[in-house]
Structure formats: C-alpha cells, structure tokens
C-alpha cells in the first residue's frame, strides 16, 4: 500500500502500479479482517481505481469493493456472475472468502443499529438462529466489535464497532446521534435544576 499511494494520479499509473494493486488488492479480499486498519481508503488510490478500467482487472475490483463495504448478498451477487473460478484464479479461497464477508455483513449491521435481534443477523449472515451468538463471538474474538448478548431477549446490544466506511451517510448518522445525545443531555440538565429548585424551596 506504501508504494501505491505514491502515486497521485490516474495518469500516473504504470504497469508496475498494476501489479503492485492488484497483490495488494487480493491480499486485502484474502484477509481483511486482520488487515482491516492498514487498508482503510484503499479504495481512493490511483492504482487501485485504476484497476476497475481494465476489462481484465475489473472484477478483482468489483470484489474488492464488496469487501470494502458490501454484505453477503452483494457477495452472493458476483460469485453468480463470475462463479468461484474468479476467486481460484487469484489464489483465494473460497470457504475462508464466505467466512470474512459474514464477520463483515455482521460488522455492517452493527454500525446500522445499537440492538440487532438474532432473527436479523441470521437474516444477513444466512444462517440458523442457533448459529447466531458463535458469528458474534468470532466477531468480537476478531476485534470488529464490542457487543453483549441478551440469550433472553434474543439481541445483540452492540457497544462499540469499527466503520468499514465513513462517507456522507455515515455524517448524516453521526449528526443525528450527536443531536440526540445533545437533547439527552440538555432534558438531564434541566431536570438537575428544577430539582435543585424544589431542594431550596
């Protein structure tokens, strides 16, 4: 990644460029879990975007980008296009390629809503309910999330998670947490000094 944000501009871009994104793209897709932090606006470098406006690169891509910031279905989408020989032929596997999209379909959900009912994330992951609170361990076990489960209530109260994008939605979001947490916080204080009042009557 060092050496592909040396480069500044579309036009830049060489052969070498080429190669160099398209290893470093299929190591991301490989493990992108473990690489989560380091390929953080991978997608914004020249040579990487380079590679969607070549015919022959342009589903590595495509998968890519589902990695960045898809789920499940979008995977489930390509491999009915591209079928598994497009993951075989760049040296990926693909069992552990289905095992990294559900952590992050997961991780996804989790930056959606505070609690997720177990019947939502077996929805997203596709898988039973009883399979449900293993993926939330394995999730937490990998450091994308910070979650408690509710085995009564059958939800995930969800503490803290990573955001695998931050772009206008996600502004939108953070705005409108911050606005209620504003109100919350102004309702408190008004209601420390209407006690206070009380107290000194």
């Not at 060092?2 to 398209?22: G, N, P, Q, R």
């Not at 390929?39 to 975007?49: D, F, K, V």
């Not at 929805?123 to 979650?147: K, P, R």
């Not at 009564?152 to 209620?180: A, P």
Request: with cysteine; hydrophobic share 40%; charged share 20%.
């Amino acid at each position: 990644l060092k050496l592909l944000d040396t480069y500044s501009s579309l036009s830049d871009v060489d052969t070498e460029a080429i190669e160099a994104a398209k290893a470093a793209a299929t190591g991301a897709i490989r493990d992108p879990v473990t690489l989560f932090r380091e390929q953080g606006g991978m997608m914004t470098l020249p040579p990487i975007q380079a590679l969607e406006d070549n015919s022959s690169t342009k589903p590595l891509h495509f998968l890519l980008k589902i990695f960045q910031e898809g789920k499940l279905e979008d995977y489930q989408s390509f491999l009915s296009t591209h079928t598994e020989s497009a993951l075989t032929d760049l040296s990926l596997d693909p069992s552990a390629c289905t095992y990294n999209i559900r952590l992050l379909s997961l991780c996804s959900l989790a930056t959606e809503h505070e609690e997720i009912p177990y019947d939502a994330i077996a929805s997203t992951l596709q898988v039973t309910n009883d399979e449900v609170e293993s993926w939330v361990i394995a999730a937490v076990s990998s450091g994308l999330l910070s979650a408690k489960m509710d085995q009564l209530q059958r939800v995930v109260m969800v503490e803290r998670c990573v955001l695998r994008k931050f772009g206008m939605e996600e502004w939108k979001s953070l705005q409108q947490r911050l606005h209620v947490w504003k109100e919350n916080v102004a309702t408190i204080v008004e209601g420390l000094k209407q006690g206070q009042i009380i107290a000194q009557q």
